[in-house]
């Protein structure tokens, strides 16, 4: 799966839905994706937010990208501490987003990795996150050809993708190798805000800045498998 820097609630619903989470660290950035960017609330309104990159090669891997030198993550904290100081779990959601923010290593991949982490560990998933440099496959692959080779590199039986992979990748090509197919539908429930209505798909600030451990354990669970 791309790397995603604090994104948004399915996302964690897959890792926890799966026994090992291969996170991509050798694969190209792209300029138009998700990859370092999401949109919190402030004052009721969706805002965007970003990490700045370091110029550089579009044909890069996201582990060759580095963050900008006037990147300010203070700044950015600011920013979120304005929009949710009276959100009912800013005291223990605040912790979590100053050990991401305030993360030393500037390289994209390996500070996006710490954030999935720390994440995971504040929502209580103990999904192994495998990099997927680290499994010996044949990275020189594409597309499904290269799923199918990392499933194999490490003994899964059984490939859980999120719903967009029902245009890319062929069912019968993953049992032709011994894999089944399965797609996870992330279910978006709504719990309050601020606002007053739901604005759902926002950054995984949002939620953990809104629910306590029992709300957030049952918002993991909202979404559901199938084969097609």
């Known amino acids: 799966m791309q790397p995603y820097f ?6 964690f619903q897959l890792i926890q839905a799966v026994d090992v989470f291969v996170l991509y660290d050798n694969i190209k950035y ?31 891997d996201i582990r ?6 006037d990147f300010d993550p203070e700044k950015m904290l600011n920013g979120i501490q304005e929009a949710y100081r009276k959100a009912p779990c800013f005291q223990s959601a605040m912790p979590v987003l100053r050990d991401i923010f305030l993360y030393e290593d500037r390289n994209l991949f390996a500070y996006i990795h ?45 490939y859980i993708n ?24 992330p279910v978006l ?7 007053g209505h739901f604005t759902a798909g926002l950054s995984v600030i949002d939620v953990i800045m809104n629910n306590d451990q029992q709300m957030l354990a049952a918002l993991l669970s909202k979404y559901s498998i199938s084969d097609s």
């Open 6 to 11: 604090l994104p948004y609630i399915g996302y």
């Open 30 to 60: 792209t300029k138009k994706g998700w990859i370092n960017r999401n949109r919190y609330l402030a004052n009721g309104r969706e805002k965007p937010f970003s990490l700045p990159l370091k110029k550089d090669s579009d044909y890069l």
């Open 64 to 69: 060759n990208r580095v963050l900008a030198d």
């Open 114 to 158: 710490n954030a999935v982490i720390r994440i995971c560990r504040h929502l209580g998933i103990g999904t192994s996150i495998v990099t997927s440099s680290q499994v010996p496959a044949d990275h020189a692959l594409a597309g499904e050809r290269r799923v199918i080779d990392i499933c194999r590199a490490i003994s899964a039986d059984t």
């Open 162 to 185: 999120p719903p967009g992979g029902r245009i890319l990748y062929n069912p019968t090509h993953f049992s032709e190798c011994g894999l089944k197919l399965q797609f996870i539908d």
């Open 189 to 195: 429930h709504p719990y309050p805000q601020p606002a």
